[in-house]
């Protein structure tokens, strides 16, 4: 439940928060269910914010969503923490791990590192490394379905940059799998021979995965604590994801209606109609 603040335009923002925590647009029973306030006193607030631009209502599902251009000062927001905060997780992941450490993101078809900790002083950022192969590929694909793989791979050539580099998407989808249920990415020998990372996905206020936080070092070092620093940097990845607004069930509660596309023709429910 949401820390209550008195006045209307406390009230507002509350609003506006609570939105932010789901990916996709709501009605005002969930919204209002996630603030643990009254239904009526929501739906009043979410009309004064589609009045002054900030909100958007669909006709169809009744669902609430942010304006793009609210949404367009949050991502600024948070592209800005994730650059003030992320210098320090990736500092105490280094000392943690005794590696290198990093923030890669997706760019094109490939993940680049653009935030690192390198205690040799050697960079590596801005240098791109194909999706399927690279040390944060298979964090920064995460919530990928096995068709959305397909399509993101549909013109790749899966080049063997390391003697363990996944042949095909298949294989890619099956690594991918494994490391959900662990918890973490492992990438031995993958995108260089003798190579070994481990990664885990940073989520931003919308549930997203921006960015994932990876190490990287030696096989032959780094192998046998593959566990423990895949504990580490998963806890520091979920600190970081909560520093950018990342709440970790908000993405339940939501109706179906929430998730119906805009031209659905599903019964809409009248306890969300104004």
């Given at each position: 439940m949401?820390?209550?603040?008195?006045?209307?335009?406390?009230?507002?923002?509350?609003?506006?928060?609570?939105?932010?925590?789901?990916?996709?647009?709501?009605?005002?029973?969930?919204?209002a269910e996630r603030l643990g306030r009254h239904r009526v006193q929501v739906v009043r607030t979410l009309q004064s914010?589609?009045?002054?631009?900030?909100?958007?209502?669909?006709?169809?599902?009744l669902a609430y969503?942010?304006?793009?251009?609210?949404?367009?000062?949050?991502?600024?927001?948070?592209?800005?923490?994730?650059?003030?905060?992320?210098?320090?997780?990736?500092?105490?992941?280094?000392?943690?791990?005794?590696?290198?450490?990093?923030?890669?993101?997706?760019?094109?078809?490939?993940?680049?590192?653009?935030?690192e900790h390198v205690p040799t002083g050697l960079s590596w950022a801005g240098r791109s490394y194909p999706l399927y192969c690279d040390d944060a590929g298979q964090a920064l694909l995460?919530?990928?379905?096995?068709?959305?793989?397909?399509?993101v791979f549909a013109d790749t050539e899966f080049i063997a940059y390391g003697p363990n580099s996944p042949r095909d998407v298949s294989q890619f989808a099956e690594?991918?799998?494994?490391?959900?249920?662990?918890?973490?990415?492992?990438?031995?020998?993958?995108?260089?021979?003798?190579?070994?990372?481990?990664a885990a996905p940073v989520r931003d206020f919308t549930g997203e995965v921006v960015c994932a936080l990876h190490t990287e070092g030696l096989s032959r070092d780094l192998a046998h604590q593959a566990t423990e620093h895949g504990q580490v940097i998963t806890e520091l990845a979920g600190r970081l994801s909560s520093v950018l607004g990342y709440v970790a069930d908000s993405a339940q509660g939501l109706s179906d209606d929430s998730r119906l596309p805009r031209d659905s023709g599903r019964r809409r429910e009248s306890s969300d109609r104004p």
């Open positions: 949401a820390v209550e603040t008195s006045g209307s335009l406390g009230r507002g923002v509350d609003v506006l928060l609570a939105m932010a925590q789901g990916s996709r647009p709501a009605v005002g029973s969930v919204i914010l589609v009045a002054a631009g900030m909100v958007t209502r669909d006709p169809v599902s969503d942010l304006d793009w251009r609210v949404r367009s000062q949050a991502v600024r927001l948070v592209r800005a923490r994730l650059m003030a905060e992320g210098p320090g997780v990736l500092r105490e992941a280094s000392e943690a791990t005794g590696t290198a450490t990093f923030l890669a993101e997706v760019r094109g078809d490939g993940a680049v590192a653009f935030a995460w919530d990928c379905s096995r068709d959305e793989l397909d399509i690594r991918l799998a494994t490391a959900r249920e662990r918890g973490y990415s492992v990438a031995d020998e993958e995108s260089e021979p003798a190579v070994f990372a481990v």
